[in-house]
Each structure stands twice: as structure tokens, then as C-alpha cells.
């Protein structure tokens, strides 16, 4: 701890643990005033709680148990969440109902999360309920018309608590009520699907599968991309023949442009393994079914090896049956070309319905990357562009290194430790411990680092989503073996630790269209549901500061300040973004490691512990702490 100017005649200095509080989370720049904005969030804070293994609710034990909260620019609450034990009380509670309960939750409170028409409704999409917790994933619809990755991801308690908030809403739609005709297509369904079938066919020759139009709306905000607002209608196309032809299409219903399309084939215990023989044959002969014998060939053998690891990795470590958690078969075809002049394949790919793989990538990381996609796909849903494809494609990087270096196969040398790929005819394809020696980049500041695009393309890596998920790979890699890296020391906690880790952030906290914060605020989240204590919490904030999806802040303490509704460590006090912690106790409470705390001079006649390595100074005046 640095000081500088501070008198302290008594101190407690105990060992470092983190706090989980909205300290620094909030932005630090002015949100225009919005009274039903204020009014709600006064109001969902004092309903902030503490509950009791019963089920019962009592008063907090001290004020400064604050709620780690995130506001974007324009004053919209974006995720919000209660220290361990604590619990939002909603209003209206469901009993035996969480999805009710939930949509109630941001019905009472949609101010708040900048939702402003009537029109706005949002609607149960997916819920998975644990032992301790309840998660409900609901999705934003605007007069009845889905609005495509707008979602909210609520987390409740056993007694129906809100334990966690995460929101990625459309704002645009607020505007269209002036409209009343805004979401009647000029395009019909069946003129939409004429279009993509015209466009597919123009992609290549292969049968292929529409599904049903389905009006939608999309806003490219709520992807983190730039352009109008636009009713469309999404069309999916399923090729079993040419699997670069499934795409996600969104026509535009008013004008019949392509508004976006996003890919739907990811590239990179009921098995059913079939083999091309190095031809274009789709899906190939089945040649080695569940329970048969081997039958001599090397790729076929090891893709039914090593789907029955990855199958098991996942039902040991998580508990789910198969890649959809209800014992999907799991099908795959080796040896495969797509063309007779890409013979043999250096590719593989989740389809969609199933994997398949080139000559010699039938390989455990391989093969454990390809089922984790289908994982995602059935669970966060991950849009396979920009940050969120970035994510889904570092997932699955993970757990194609946890099944390599948790079975017996392959070659699991310390120089190849967290090479992925490393045992494929061309050698590796990504290095998680050093993405920089493939160009890929290590932090989010890096210099090799993708910018998004509004035009996803197999050309550009759909926005860099194999490059980019290098960030969330060395992530991975400082948080299972531990290194020192961009100025942090971070401990390793090993694979099973870590996989518990993303798995709950996957399945159960992040939404489809997740960037680089809602990962860490997810992570964040995952950490206390999964049980992890405070030094392991510290652990990982460190390991998000090295990689630069969390960053350091001034946090400030002023006792002068009558009253502000959110103490947050905000230097100056704003209805919506917060103010000034009350007491030192709290500014250490709400401190992450190398965060700076500005004290206001005055006397603080308290014991204070600090809980984090923090640079600690006055400002205006000397600052006297203690009796």
C-alpha cells in the first residue's frame, strides 16, 4: 500500500481478498437525468437483501454491502448483481414460477434497463434450474416481433431472489412506436425465401434446406455493430451436402436487401462414425457405430476414441449427456473433402447437425472443439461474428485443450502443452499460452488485435473471431497454470477449477451477442455461483486485468457528501452513475488489486481493513483515519 499525506492512527491490514462491489464499474462520463429511471433504480436497490438458507430475508448487516452494477453511456443499467448471500426482493414473486418471477423482475423495473415503450415485452426463452439457483434467459420482443440476440440473462436464488442482472437490449426500437405500421413487412415470407434460395444457389451447387421465415427485427447495436434499425425476416439455411452453405440470412422485409447474415458452420454417448475415404461423399459410409469393434482405420478409431473423451470430459466435469444435455447422438464423418480440388481437407467443422474432418484432424483437441461449439450453440447461443464469435471461438479452443491434456492420446509435451492442433498433419494452429507466435493477440490492447466489421465474411474471419479469441485463450492459460504477465501474477488453479468456471458462464450467463465485458461480468458472476472464495475471486480479476477486459480505476471517499443513492466510488455525485463511498471501509471494500483510492480530507474515525493491494492518497486536504 502507497500513501501519500494520510494520518492513520490505527490500521488493520489483514490478508488480500477480493470484494465484489460496483466500484469503478460504472462509466465515468454524465448521463442525461431520466426521473423513472432514477425512481426505479431507488427503488430496486433498497430491495437489496440479505438471504438466509430458508429462504427468509433480513435487513444487511452494514451499508457497505453495495451492488456491483454497470451503467453504459446513456444511463442504461447493462448488468447488476448482489455480493454473495445477497438477493434483490422483486416485487411480485411467482411461486413455483421463476420465469414469471423474472419477467416480472424487468417489467417493474424496465425503466432502468431503457426499456420505454409499451410495446417492449420481454418473453421466457430458456431456464435451467440448479440445486441453489434458478437461471432464466428471456428474450426482447417489440409488438410481438422477436428482436434477433436482444436477451436478458436473470439469475434467482431458491426463494426467487434476483441474484444477477445481465441485459443487451435494443434501444432503437423505443423510437418506432411513431409507426404503428413499422413491423408489417412490404416483403412477404415467401418472396424472402425466394431471395436466400437465390443466393444460396449462387454460393454453390449442393442440395440444401430453408427453414421457415421468421419475422424478426435487428439492430446492429445490440451486436456492437453500426447501421439502421431494420424488420427483416431470418431465414437458416442446412446443407448436408456443402456445409459453407449454412448461413443465418436476415432480409430486409421493407426493402428485400440482405440487412446480415452470420455463419452457422464452425470451423475448427451415441457415436456414429462414417468415413468419405478422402472423396466428396456426405456423410459418408457409417462404419463404426456405438459398441462396435475397431475397424483398422486410424481416423475412424480415433474419432470414436476421442468423441467418447470429450463425452465424458463433459459428463464428468459438468454433468450434462451429450453436447445438447438430452444424449444427442453424436455423428461424425473423417476423411472428408468438400471438392475434388480440396482433397485431402486440412479443415473441420461443426455443421450443425454433426462434425466432420479432413484427413488426419480427427485428433482429441480437435474433435473436443468441434462438440464444444454444438455445446454453445445449444446454450449462450454465441453469434458467430465479431466478439461474440471471438468467444465462442476461444470456448472452444478450451475445451479442446482440457480433454488433450486430461486424457492419455497424443502428445502432451510441456513445448506443446497448450498448442491447439498440435498433433495435425500441418502442426498446431493456435498457441493459448502465446497467441502472439501466430499473429493472433494476447490482450485486447495488442497490436494484432482484429477490429469488428458490419460485413462478416469468410475473408475477413467473420471479424477475427479465430484471431481474437486469443485474448480469451491466454486468459485461460494465466488461469490454469499461472504466469506473470502485462504486470499481473496470476495463480494457477487448474483445469477442473477453470472448466467449472466458463462452463457456468456459458451455459448459464452470458447472451448471444456477449462482448468483452459482459465476458468479464459473466465470469465474474460464474466465480460465486460455482462456490469460488475470495482469493480465487482476486485471482481471476487479476487475470482479466492482464489480458485488459477489466481495468484498473480511481475510486474516491468523501464523507461530506449528505447523500448519493449509489456509493460506487464515483468522484462526484450523480443520481444515475453513483458518487463517493461514504467511508474508508467501503472504498477498501469496493478496491481490485492496483486500484487507486482518493480519500477527501476529513476524519474517519473507523478501523479499516484493506483488502487489496491498492495505492491509497488524500485529495483536498489531509485525511486522519481511525479513533
Known sequence: MKTSNIRSTRRLLRPFVVAISLAGL?????????PDREIELDRVLSTLLRYTEDGKTEPLRGDEEVPRLRVSLNGVVRHLAASPGLAFKPS????????????????????????????????????????????VRLQQTYSGVPVFAGQSSVQLNNAFGVEFLSADLSLEVNG???????????????????????????LGDAAFEMSTPTLMIFDPAVLDETGPVRLVWEIRVQSEEDAELNWRWFIDAKSGEVAQRYPMTHSALNRQVSDSSNTTAWPGTLVRAEGDPATGTGDVDSMYLFLGQTYNFFNNNHNIDSFNGLGAALLGTVRYCPSITNCPWGNAQWTGTRMRFGNGYATDDVTAHEFTHAVTEFSSGLVYANVSGAINESLSDIWGEFVDLSNASGNDAAGVRWDMGEDLPGGRLRNMQDPTVANDPDRLGSSLYVPSTNDPKTSNDFGGVHSNSGVNNKLCYLLVDGDTFNGQVVTGMGIAAVADLYFEANVNLLTSGANWTDLFEALRQAAVNIGWNAAQRNNLYRACRAVEIASPENIYVNNGIAFCLIKNGRKDCNFILGGPYKTVSQGAGGAHPGDRLYIRGGSYSEAVTFKEITTVRAYDGTAYIGN
Open 176 to 202: 418506432l412506436d411513431a409507426d404503428p405500421t413499422w413491423t408489417t413487412p412490404d416483403i412477404s415470407a415467401e418472396q424472402a425465401a425466394v431471395m436466400v434460395s437465390a443466393a444460396t444457389k449462387e
Open 26 to 34: 460504472v462509466s465515468q462520463l454524465a448521463a442525461q437525468s431520466n
Open 92 to 135: 411480485r414473486v411467482v411461486d413455483g414460477d421463476p420465469e414469471e418471477t423474472a419477467r416480472f423482475f424487468i417489467q417493474d423495473n424496465r425503466s432502468l434497463l431503457g426499456i420505454v415503450s409499451g410495446n417492449v415485452v420481454m418473453q421466457p426463452l430458456l431456464t435451467r434450474s440448479m440445486p441453489t439457483r434458478t437461471h
